[in-house]
């Protein structure tokens, strides 16, 4: 069976009296969890005493 674009069946769906096709209705977004409650759970108040840029810094070097 041939493929085509919607661009290739726009002037046949406009040509017609009956709609060829209807797009689908998007579907909803799921819950997205609570990254800072999860990281304040884990670690609470306490403040690392070096951050993972600075870690990443010392391994590569001088650049």
């Keep these: ?3 085509s ?3 290739e069946q726009r002037p ?3 040509a ?3 709609a060829v096709a209807t797009p689908a209705a998007a579907k909803p977004m799921a819950k ?3 990254f800072a409650a999860r990281l304040k759970e884990i670690y609470g108040d ?3 005493p070096t951050t993972g840029a600075e870690i990443i810094s010392e391994l590569r070097g001088e650049r």
């Design 1 to 3: 069976m041939k493929k």
């Design 5 to 7: 674009s919607i661009r």
């Design 12 to 14: 046949s769906v406009t």
């Design 16 to 18: 017609r009296e009956t």
């Design 32 to 34: 997205r969890p609570d």
């Design 46 to 48: 306490k403040i690392l």
